[in-house]
């Protein structure tokens, strides 16, 4: 379809005309996200001419049929200058019902019929692509309070506008993440939280029992509705932006204990698939990421549905979710950094404050040793997998993995040598300066741990390097000449001082403290000061 024929017809104000050409032109191109740098000017031209008919039209078809091709020409990054502006989103907000800064948008009630809500929808998904990918839209968005119309618009969405209340939520969604001054402003002023809130429990059919503890779904339950899903998943993630800045306000620890029991019932739930089950899940454990971790007692303290005797009466249930939530992520192998660290970082910070929740984690990813014949990295369970992931490329994903095992192990050196051996925990005891043992800063009650037999008659053959039992090695030196020993020795204090003279190698000692310096200086510390006795006459 030619854009020069669109343009023309346009420019003649035959908006009948013009509204078939469009429609053949979304026909062939609703699939097409690369476009032809040469027609780009015309595409600039083409915006501004649909933002004229838009202004100018009132026929709910024409509508749509315009904004379904701004969309489609929104993909284009580079010819997005006459939307990116107030009037251009002025125009689109005005067609979405929302009312903004110097546009009273009409009340979404009043679109009745299902072309006037086919106009909303388009125009929710055209400010949805403008505002993505437009930095002067973002400004403007947030000069004229787009935000606060949507929430004011969420407000009134009824669950029969399952696109309007969709496309509302993902375009919140994506100006509390673009623009860090909206996202402040949403959870001080337009009272987004409570809004998303009172939007979740909803969508989820959350029915409280107790201050902060939901019905339990009952097994036989049916899944989320695939739409009641979207809206879900849209809700978490612009709630996740909204409360990425720290509130330490005690007064919002019962709005904030809320969204916990929310999510603690979420996680509880089934969807259609695996995947989005998994999703689901994934955005549950990024919001509850964010959320003092005073709160998250909530998720084990539910006292209508009970707990286990041997944690406090605390139920385990969530926390038995989350850890099967980290196993899986480990047996993917991918995208480590953004699937695994969020739920590890959650599970260790959890554990560091709540002690029935380290208890817990401790028995099933740390149970009691009794075969310490294969290396800690070798095997398949969670801790072998765990361990495995302290020496990973990636430093995020090596220090998470470490430091959920270390909270696990009290923050005591030894216990979490017993269990990773010396050579997979060398890089977190270097970054916290205890090469030379000792405990971490956080205080834990004082429970033991108790070793069982089998362990206690293998440790003096365990490798503590390796953490493992290995077999007698035939030492290499035992048929060598004192001759061919001094020899050797003095090769290898040759290469080491080649090496280290290239600067190719830096030879290290640790210092009193637990830390790595260069080798003088570490000998220089721990040698004795020189005696102040004079035997001189």
């Not at 476009?35 to 509508?63: N, W, Y």
């Not at 330490?248 to 029991?261: M, P, V």
């Not at 959920?404 to 192990?409: A, K, P, R």
């Not at 048929?479 to 020993?485: A, D, L, P, V, Y």
Request: charged share 25%.
């Amino acid at each position: 379809m030619s854009l020069t024929a669109i343009l023309s017809v346009i420019d003649g104000g035959d908006d009948k005309g013009a509204e078939k050409l469009l429609q053949k032109y979304n026909i062939e191109n609703s699939h097409t996200f690369a476009f032809d740098h040469k027609e780009e000017d015309a595409r600039i031209k083409l915006c501004q001419g649909l933002l004229t008919v838009l202004r100018r039209s009132d026929h709910p078809l024409c509508q749509s049929t315009c904004l379904e091709t701004l969309r489609i020409l929104s993909r284009d990054k580079r010819v997005l200058g006459p939307v990116a502006t107030k009037e251009g989103i002025l125009t689109l907000a005005g067609l979405a019902r929302i009312h903004v800064a110097g546009h009273n948008g009409e009340p979404l009630e009043e679109a009745q019929s299902t072309g006037e809500e086919r106009v909303v929808v388009e125009a929710l998904k055209c400010l949805c692509n403008v505002v993505f990918n437009s930095v002067p839209a973002q400004q403007v968005g947030a000069d004229v309070k787009l935000a606060e119309g949507l929430c004011a618009r969420l407000h009134l969405v009824s669950s029969s506008h399952h696109e309007v209340g969709l496309f509302s939520l993902r375009l919140l969604f994506l100006l509390s993440a673009l623009r860090t001054d909206v996202s402040g402003m949403l959870q001080k002023e337009a009272g987004a939280v409570r809004l998303l809130t009172d939007i979740l429990e909803r969508t989820l059919d959350v029915l409280w029992v107790g201050p902060y503890e939901a019905t339990p779904p009952k097994p036989e339950a049916l899944p989320i509705s695939l739409e009641n899903n979207e809206l879900a998943m849209e809700a978490l993630k612009a709630l996740f932006n909204i409360t990425m800045s720290d509130s330490s306000d005690e007064d919002n620890d019962h709005q904030l204990r809320l969204i916990a029991g929310i999510m603690r019932h979420l996680l509880m739930l089934k969807t259609h698939t695996e995947d989005k089950t998994e999703e689901a899940h994934s955005h549950t454990i990024n919001l509850l990421s964010n959320l003092p971790v005073r709160c998250l007692d909530v998720l084990i303290d539910i006292p209508v549905q009970g707990g286990m005797e041997a944690y406090g009466g605390k139920n385990m249930d969530v926390v038995q979710i989350l850890l099967d939530f980290m196993e899986k992520r480990i047996d993917k192998g991918t995208n480590y950094k953004e699937g695994l660290t969020p739920v590890l970082s959650l599970m260790t910070e959890s554990s560091r404050y709540h002690r029935e929740i380290r208890r817990y984690l401790k028995t099933q990813v740390l149970p009691p040793l009794k075969d310490v014949k294969e290396r800690p990295e070798i095997g398949c369970t969670v801790r072998n997998k765990l361990v495995r992931l302290m020496t990973h490329i990636d430093m995020a994903v090596k220090q998470g993995a470490a430091e959920f095992l270390f909270v696990l192990c009290k923050e005591s050196v030894d216990n979490l040598l017993k269990y990773t051996g010396y050579g997979n925990a060398a890089g977190l005891l270097m970054a916290r300066g205890l090469l030379a043992g000792g405990r971490g800063e956080t205080q834990y009650s004082s429970d033991e741990d108790s070793d069982t037999e089998e362990y206690k008659s293998a440790k003096p053959f365990i490798n503590p390097i390796t953490g493992h039992i290995e077999h007698p090695m035939p030492n290499p030196m035992d048929e060598m000449t004192e001759e061919q020993k001094e020899y050797e020795a003095q090769k290898l204090v040759s290469m080491i001082d080649e090496l280290s003279r290239k600067e190719l190698i830096r030879p290290m000692g640790v210092m009193k403290d637990g830390t790595l310096a260069p080798l003088g200086e570490a000998i220089h510390e721990c040698s004795p000061p020189p005696s102040s006795d004079s035997d001189s006459d």
